[in-house]
Structure formats: C-alpha cells, structure tokens
C-alpha cells in the first residue's frame, strides 16, 4: 500500500500549480479521483470528494504512516489533519479546532469518525484503563447520535439531520480524558413529513425492523413501516441501509456508553408513541372534534405512563390565558392536526437533547485536578449539515444555508483576510487576492 500511496497523480497540493483557474483546478481534482486519490491539499486545507463506497486508507497500517509526520510528508488525508491538529494543541498547549464544511452528501459525517478513531489511535494506546474507556465512549457515541440524529435523503443515505460540535479534552500528556457535544437544528420537521424519496431518522426504522417480537409487542408495534403515517412515504425506499443490524449495534453501544435498561426501554416507548401519534384522526360532531380511535389514545397514555383523559385533553384543547383568567379553548379539526404533529416534534426533540445530555454526563471530564496536572486542552471537531437546494425550500433549509455561509465566511477571514493582513505586516510583496 505504501508503494502505491507514493505515486502521485496531477498536483497533490493546488498551491503548486503552475496557473489557477476553475477549469484547471476541476481537472486535476477529477484526475486525482480517478485515480483513486480522493484528497488533494490546499496548503493547509484538504479538499476531499467523496467515492461512495468504502477506501482501504483509514486502516492501522495508513494511521502509522501519519502518526507524528509533519503535514506534507506524506500524501494528502484526513489524517494528515488530524495529526497536525493533535501535534499543534500539545506542542502549544493550545486548543484547536478541526472544521468539517461542504454541500449535503459530502461525506463530513465519515470525515469526523475518521478523525475521531485517528486520535483514538494514537493517543498511548492500552496504557491507561480510563484513557481507553473515554477513547471507547467518544466513539460508541457517534452510532447513537448518527440513529436518532440522521436520516437517508436523496443526496446520502446517512445524512446528518443536525448540526454537531464535539470537544475532545485531553491532559498535559495528550491522552483523551473526556468530551462534550453541542448540538445544534435538530431537522425535527423530518418527524412528520419527509421529501419524496426520503425517509424519516434512522431509529423509527431501526426499532421496527431490529427490534424483538417482544419489544414490538410491549409497544403495541407491528413491523410493517407502512403501517405508520409518519414514516410510510418513505417506507418501501431500498438503499444500502441494514435497519434491523443497526438496531443491535445502536442497542449494545447504549449499554456500553452506560444507558440502564430502563432508559432504553424509555427511549423506544418515546418513538412507539410518535408512531402511534402519526396513525391518530380527528372527527368532526358538529362543530367539536373528537379522537377518531379511542384504541390509540389508551396506548400512547400507557407509554407516556399517564391517564388517557390528560391524552385527550392535550390533542383536544389549547390553554389560553385571558388577563388573570386561564381558559381551555377547544381546538378545530385542523387546530387539532397541527397540534397533533407538534407535539410529536417536540417529543422527538427533547428525546434527541436527553440523549445528547445522557451521553454528555458519561463523557464529561472528572476528577482532573488543573493545580496537579496543569491545564487541559482540547480539540474541536465541527461537523454540521451541508448546502441544500430542493424543489421546495422550507425554513430548514434556509436555517441551514444560512449556517454554512456564516461558516464559509468565517472560513475566508482565516484564511484570506488574516493571512493577506499578516504579509501587509510584514512587508512581504504579494498580489492581493480579492473575496467577497
């Protein structure tokens, strides 16, 4: 493998091409992809273009190459960034952030979990029990995240839904001693309703097709995906997701991350009763609205362990407040509906921000004593959902491009307009690059 990685194909880093235009730097990028070099360096900047379908070069062989090499010695990777990352934070002792940038479907999501087992990897590996109990959780985590925060869309079939920030702590030897995520627009419209040939988050599919007879029975479900209103459009998709092997990888990497039983079991009646909110019509008797089938409202008071009159009550009517007065103010049949599916959303995003706090509680830095063992530093790895453009654009989607043009913006300042101010400084000659 090593032998092959030597051989180079166009210009492995953009800044040494000979003239830079658009048609030149699509060419020698489309070379280099062809033949099989997905990463190309721009100066300390690694332009990937995603294959997909899975490279042998993130294996133990590929991380020893990388491990302690300054950055262009060795052909351009993640890895490569990864390192230089790690070695700047604890030759500094500063903190320093990785920033993961691109349209929907490029492949950040896989970058960051190549990134997080590269530092796994090389932070004194088997030396210390913690160490590599903190290394083991940060890594479980991202399958638990990725099952209720992604979903397949038209461009990915593991798309993140939400935007993720994670700090990786480490001691003054440079060993991971903890972690907390950030997260951030949790898409939770895609609760309710998803584009054509989309499908909802992961864990509705995981749990009805991974999850046991008896799991399925407790929760009053069935397997059919088609069965449900919420998640039936994009029930019969095929792609290359294996929802039912899923289901057992996210179940033990919960268990080992430190989840009790009866907070999965917690976790899967929150989804059944989503499901069960999804399949519930509203009727009109004159001009009053009722509950098409009294059988559904019984079984999500049982999951939410409350009384089905309290269920009733909250799909049936809205609290209003009048001066000192507080009133309940009947909903009409589309009040109800709407009011039916918000709640279902809210429901799946405090379930989502429980699960990230859950794991935040497990991986959060203890008993490190800063007077002892000097400051903790860390490494940022920012990974957030991509460009996206359809057909029908909706408050998401503008939420969404929004934060990747303050995220490219911030890009341009660091590299264009403090690199060029610097020079200025310095009294170096160059031709001024201009930016919008």
Known sequence: MAEQESLEFGKADFVLMDTVSMPEFMANLKLRFEKGRIYTFIGEVVVSVNPYKLLNIYGRDT???????????????LFAIADAAYK????????????????????KTEASKYIM???????????????????????????VLEAFGNAKTNRNDNSSRFGKYMDI??????????GHINNYLLEKSRVIVQQPGERSFHSFYQLLQGGSEQILRSLHLQKSLSSYNYIHVGAQLKSSINDAADFKVVADAMKVIGFKPEEIQTVYKILATILHLGNLKFVVDGDTPLI?????????AELLSTKTDMVEKAL???????????????HTEQEASYGRDAFAKAIYERLFCWIVTRINDIIEVKNYDTTIHG???????????????FDNNSFEQFC????????QQLFIQLVLKQEQEEYQREGIPWKHVGFL
């Open 400 to 407: 969404i491009n929004y934060c990747n043009e303050k995220l």
């Open 88 to 107: 700047a934070m604890k030759r500094r002792s500063k903190d320093t952030c990785i920033v993961i940038s691109g349209e929907s479907g490029a492949g």
């Open 169 to 178: 702590n480490f001691d003054f030897k440079g060993d991971p001693i903890g």
């Open 316 to 330: 049936l009517y809205r609290t209003v407040a009048t001066g000192r007065d507080i009133i309940d103010k009947q």
């Open 292 to 300: 098409e089938n009294d059988k559904v409202v019984s079984i999500i």
């Open 63 to 77: 991380i020893e190459q990388y491990k302690g090499r300054e950055l262009y010695e060795r052909p351009p990777h």
């Open 117 to 143: 087992q590269y530092i796994a990897a090389i932070t004194n590996p088997g030396q210390r029990a913690e160490v590599e109990r903190v290394k083991n959780m940060l890594l479980k985590s991202n399958c």
């Open 375 to 389: 400051k903790n530093t860390v490494i940022g790895v920012l990974d957030i959902y991509g460009f996206e453009i």
